[in-house]
């Protein structure tokens, strides 16, 4: 099993190909695009991928980044600013330590990276189980998509196949994004009925750190499903609500 790569946003095809060819360097193969700027396919990308050209020609291409995470248990994002986001934050080692002991339990593995000039969104991040940041210069902080994918890919190489520990869930399985994300869906509709975002002005934010704490909280699916029915139950006994 190996972790989807996930580009979001990225804006050059070289970079794209350079990132590409890091990947196949450490035997990594998972590509995934979210909404390039300059398009897909891009022939930039196959000329700077030398040699890596099937890593282009299997990646998948998403809309948006809850697309490309939608089938994970597990999302890493790479950021090297401040985010004001409560998360896990991992050196590249300790986080690729942590993916080997969870894809050997089977779990499904996202690795975000940003686009070249700003890197992630908070939005994008928020999304996420955790973050992995680099110790650069505080100075001169930004690296380059194709680095920083070839930092990662070499440290979940370096870790080896097989990990020292897993992670036990008592037979329970994490749920997908796609999960967390109906899961959210749903209580803020119900939070929007309620009149919770408020004033109009902070509701974005609000929007943006409950999100963050739903990827946060590293929920199995049981936990979803009995979300899920606390939600339910409280809707019922609530005038109108008619049970949602």
């Not at 809309?63 to 896990?88: E, M």
């Not at 370096?158 to 997908?176: H, K, N, S, Y």
């Not at 946060?216 to 606390?230: C, E, F, P, Y």
Request: net charge neutral; charged share 25%; proline share 7%.
């Amino acid at each position: 099993m190996q972790p989807a790569f996930i580009l979001v946003r990225p804006q050059m095809g070289e970079n794209i190909g350079a990132a590409a060819r890091a990947m196949l360097n450490f035997g990594q193969e998972r590509m995934r695009l979210v909404s390039p700027r300059d398009g897909w396919p891009n022939p930039k990308a196959g000329a700077m991928a030398s040699g890596a050209g099937r890593v282009l020609d299997a990646a998948s291409l998403h809309d948006d980044v809850a697309g490309a995470i939608a089938d994970c248990h597990y999302v890493y994002a790479t950021t090297a600013r401040a985010r004001g986001l409560t998360k896990p934050v991992l050196s590249p080692e300790a986080a690729m330590a942590e993916a080997r002991a969870l894809m050997a339990e089977g779990k499904r593995i996202g690795l975000m990276f940003g686009p070249e000039r700003a890197g992630l969104e908070n939005e994008d991040v928020a999304l996420a189980n955790a973050i992995i940041t680099v110790p650069v210069n505080p100075e001169f902080p930004s690296l380059n998509l194709g680095q920083c994918v070839l930092l990662v890919a070499y440290e979940l190489a370096r870790q080896g196949a097989v990990p020292d520990a897993a992670r036990g869930l008592a037979g329970t399985d994490f749920a997908e994004a796609v999960e967390i994300e109906k899961l959210g869906d749903r209580f803020e509709a119900a939070l929007e009925d309620a009149g919770y975002f408020f004033p109009p002005e902070k509701a974005p934010g609000m929007r943006v750190n409950l999100r963050n704490m739903w990827a946060r909280l590293d929920l199995t699916r049981a936990d979803v499903q009995m979300l899920h029915g606390m939600l339910r139950q409280i809707l019922r006994r609530l005038p109108g609500q008619g049970g949602r």
